[in-house]
Structures are given as C-alpha cells and as structure tokens.
C-alpha cells in the first residue's frame, strides 16, 4: 500500500538520494539540503513499506498561482500511478488554499496531460520563475522543458 503524506525534515537525505539521477541527467534541478529544509512544507512524499519512493513539491508563486515541481517515482515503481497519486495530492491542497491554477516546466508533457494539464508558452510564465529557479539549470538558456498550466 502507498502511503501520501507531508515530507519532514528527516527524510530531506532520501529525497536527494532519490532523485540523484535525474539531476544528474539534467531534467530535475538540484535542490541542496537548506532549500529543501527551507521549503519542506512543500513536498509531498510517497512511501511504501516505509520507504519514499517518490515525492513532488507544491510551491506558491502568487495568490493563485502555484507551480509542481521536483516530481520523482523511483525507477522501480513507474508506472503504478504513484506520479498521479502525489499530483492528486498537491492539486487538492492547491485547492483547498484556493489556488485557481496550477504549472509544471516538465519533459514529461503525455504524463501531465494525460491528467488534465494543458500546454501554455513559457513566456506566460512569471518572469522571477525564470530568473530563480531555471538560471539553477545545466540546460539555462536554452529550455526545452514544456510548459503546461491546470486550472482547478
């Protein structure tokens, strides 16, 4: 059974562990262990047999503007819905803090779609977006992410 719940500060070396690889690979930005801490109200983990085999954070750019970011599953369990269950989650607390829309810069445009998302140009996106967080990536400037948005 997959357990969804709110990441602590004790599972922030899990969570890098995790999601090594793709950082490494160049399609999930580097958090270090003080961003991750600082934001860790953000994140969604999700756990089997009590160890995290996923997570994903839910971060605020606005009064109704929130963004999925970070969003793993472990190798070993894709596929199973694990990604969609911890998108369920953050999509209902954006909605419970009254959000009204939801992005993603992903290189997995059929996942999101498949639930909802839809493509938007990434010149729609709020300009500190870019500067705080892509200027971080190994691809910065050339993005080939895909941007998409949800209204819920």
């Not at 995790?18 to 999930?28: F, P, W």
Request: glycine letters at 8%.
């Amino acid at each position: 059974m997959i357990e969804y719940t709110k990441a602590q500060l004790c599972d922030i070396q899990e969570m890098q562990a995790l999601v090594l690889k793709e950082v490494k690979k160049g399609t999930i930005l580097f958090r270090s262990s003080d961003e991750m801490a600082t934001n860790i109200r953000s994140y969604i983990i999700a756990k089997k047999e009590n160890v995290i085999i996923g997570f994903g954070a839910l971060h605020f750019h606005a009064y109704d503007l929130g963004e999925l970011r970070s969003l793993i599953v472990s190798d070993k369990y894709r596929g199973e819905g694990i990604g969609k269950g911890m998108v369920k989650a953050m999509l209902e607390e954006g909605k419970n803090l009254k959000v009204k829309k939801i992005f993603t810069l992903t290189y997995e445009q059929g996942f999101f779609e498949s639930i909802g998302f839809k493509e938007i140009p990434k010149e729609s996106l709020p300009a500190h977006k870019i500067w705080a967080d892509c200027v971080k990536c190994k691809h910065f400037p050339v993005c080939d992410e895909v941007a998409l948005i949800k209204i819920i």
